[in-house]
Nanobody, 127 residues
Framework: HVQLVESGGGSVQAGESLRLSCTASEYIASDSCLSWFRQVPGKRREGVARIYVGDGSTYYDNSVKGRFTISQDSAKNTIYLQMANLKPEDTAMYYC?????????????????????WGQGTQVTVS
């Protein structure tokens, strides 16, 4: 049973940066997709960025493209989300999710329902 732990959230001013981290309790197989999602109250969880463990391919939602960067440190079982030029609309609870044995492309990559493991979330507030 994989456990994911996020950290790095906080309150910042518009235009500032934050880096989120998500560490897995065990090795994540290379044929897996690790993703960052975000959620605001009353809305569904939406995908922000994802990385395919095997080759490091990355994918971004249009709303964050050019501002957010997802990366991984496989030796530490950790993924990161570097967020730059933050905007008030980026305010949300950010979650990392693991979709084991699945690609980062196609419908299942962006559907939170298809992810097997989640962290507890870390709050990002931009004012």
């Amino acid at each position: 049973h994989v456990q994911l732990v996020e950290s790095g959230g906080g309150s910042v001013q518009a235009g500032e940066s934050l880096r989120l981290s998500c560490t897995a309790s065990e090795y994540i197989a290379s044929d897996s997709c690790l993703s960052w999602f975000r959620q605001v109250p009353g809305k569904r969880r939406e995908g922000v960025a994802r990385i395919y463990v095997g080759d490091g391919s990355t994918y971004y939602d249009n709303s964050v493209k050019g501002r957010f960067t997802i990366s991984q440190d496989s030796a530490k079982n950790t993924i990161y989300l570097q967020m730059a030029n933050l905007k008030p609309e980026d305010t949300a609870m950010y979650y990392c999710g693991a979709n084991l044995g699945a690609p980062c492309v196609g419908g299942s990559a962006t559907l939170s329902e298809d992810y097997q493991y989640w962290g507890q979330g870390t709050q990002v507030t931009v004012s």
